[in-house]
């Protein structure tokens, strides 16, 4: 069962334009991860959050975490064409083996 | 390093013959992970090994599937009986350990069963 809902479920932007994306998840967790899919097939770590931890920066990612409303952001500043993909946050919960649940994803493209 | 490693790639076979995929982790890596995507289930949890303890089946679908990681590294899934419903891309990630690491996925199977 899906536990993380990402929205919007799709978004377009103009390139150089921030994009920001945001996750939604039901139960308590040890930490909540973003991956990146192209074309359908492999993803792709971006950046994993514990649960003891509010916001991370990855060059041009920042991920933020709010345990108390059960929700997570990834913003892309300065997007460009390449960023073009799918994105998935996935959770990892306390007891379950470290094994992920994703949520449904955002279609993200970024126009030249 | 070389990543995960999946095979085939593309997989079409008949409504009722039995399909092994297989998955080659990251060297060193202790922990692999199964999942499938498809368009209408998105990405599910499938199984889970880590190290020579016994695996987390709890996403199986059916007792029609099965894995086995021999060695402590190559693993692999097997469909019996194949449905229509198993049409899915098969994903195959890899960790260092138990702990919550990121996983790194192989490429993945596409299985299509007509």
């Known amino acids: 069962s899906q536990q993380g809902e990402e929205d919007p479920q799709a978004l377009s932007i103009q390139e150089g334009e921030n994009a920001t994306m945001n996750c939604s998840y039901k139960?308590?967790?040890?930490?909540l991860q973003w991956y990146r899919q192209n074309s359908g097939r492999g993803l792709v770590h971006l950046i994993l959050?514990?649960?003891?931890?509010r916001e991370k920066h990855s060059g041009r990612l920042r991920v933020t975490l709010d345990t108390s409303k059960k929700s997570s952001s990834l913003l892309i500043t300065a997007s460009r064409a390449a960023d073009t993909a799918s994105y998935f946050c996935?959770?990892?919960?306390?007891?379950?083996?470290?094994?992920?649940?994703f949520g449904k994803g955002i279609t993200l493209s970024v126009r030249p | 390093g070389a990543g995960v490693s999946q095979s085939p790639s593309n997989k079409v076979t008949e409504k009722g013959k039995d399909v092994e995929l297989r998955c080659d982790p990251i060297?060193?890596?202790?922990?692999l992970y199964w999942y499938r995507q498809s368009l209408g289930q998105g990405l599910e949890f499938l199984i889970y090994?880590?190290?020579?303890?016994?695996?987390?089946k709890s996403g199986l679908p059916s007792d029609r599937f099965s894995a086995e990681r021999t060695g402590g590294s190559v693993s692999t899934l097997t469909i019996q009986r194949t449905q229509q419903e198993d049409s899915a891309v098969y994903l195959c990630?890899?960790?260092?350990?138990?702990?919550?690491?990121?996983?790194?996925f192989g490429p993945g199977t596409r299985l299509t069963v007509t």
């Open positions: 990630a890899s960790s260092l350990g138990g702990l919550p690491y990121e996983q790194y």
């Open positions: 959050i514990r649960s003891n931890e």
């Open positions: 090994f880590q190290g020579n303890s016994a695996p987390d």
């Open positions: 060297s060193g890596h202790t922990a």
């Open positions: 139960t308590s967790i040890n930490n």
């Open positions: 996935a959770t990892s919960r306390p007891g379950a083996n470290s094994k992920l649940t």
